[in-house]
């Protein structure tokens, strides 16, 4: 059901110095840049083979991004995974029981469409599932 | 200099029951099992594309995994890259400062080679450095 990691999302305060140290001294390659207005976030998108890091900055305060800052610092943020069909994984993992924080797909970044699954329900890991545009 | 992700780490508490979860109702498929004896980890490996989990529990008290679990309870606890040459990757990290956990590689699950850098100078993120087996 759940594909390839389609990305990691790490929280971070500011956007530039973080995207400074990945890029330029870890070597990831940046590409893409996108302002996510609706949930208040700077995003960067780096390549890390098939895979994606995804640099979240708050651009407000009092959003769950912020929130999560103030309580736990910056670090790791969430696991995206990419799946084929968004609807059918999120009518299986209702069927499971799973705690869904979306229960219906939102748009995405890259006109991605997606859906957050409560921690709770993931070993403690905010998930993320993904259908990317085709 | 990092490349793909190699694999993201996951603290839990118990392993059986999480991978019950990611491997029966999330079909992300396990492939390795193993016990890190020095580490005092019981570590499974799921393939999720050309990345992987790696779902890491504590086989004692007292070990870093066992005191990450205790105060922030199961969640995501590092992400890896493969590198080619970790003995370069670690001179070049030195050279830029990077605050490094292991200063010589040390032996990782499968054979591979590893290393681990400060969250400090990684955006608040555990990292590790794998060169896998040849």
Redesign the interface.
């Known amino acids: 059901?759940?594909?390839?990691?389609d990305h990691?999302g790490?929280?971070?305060a500011e956007l530039e110095p973080?995207l400074a140290?990945?890029a330029e001294?870890?070597?990831?390659e940046l590409v893409h840049r996108e302002l996510l207005c609706n949930g208040g976030v700077d995003a960067a998108v780096l390549s890390?083979?098939?895979?994606q890091?995804e640099?979240l900055a708050p651009l407000v305060g009092g959003t769950a991004l912020a929130r999560f800052l103030a309580k736990r610092?910056?670090?790791?943020h969430?696991?995206a995974?990419?799946v084929d069909d968004i609807e059918a994984t999120l009518a299986t993992?209702r069927a499971?029981a799973?705690s869904l924080i979306d229960k219906v797909p939102r748009p995405g970044i890259r006109d991605s469409l997606v859906a957050f699954v409560h921690?709770s329900?993931?070993?403690?890991?905010l998930t993320e599932i993904v259908q990317t545009a085709s």
């Open positions: 059901m759940f594909q390839r990691i990691v790490i929280a971070v973080a140290l990945y001294e870890f070597g990831v890390a083979g098939e895979s890091l640099l610092g910056p670090g790791m969430h696991i995974y990419q993992l499971c799973v921690p329900s993931c070993a403690g890991v």
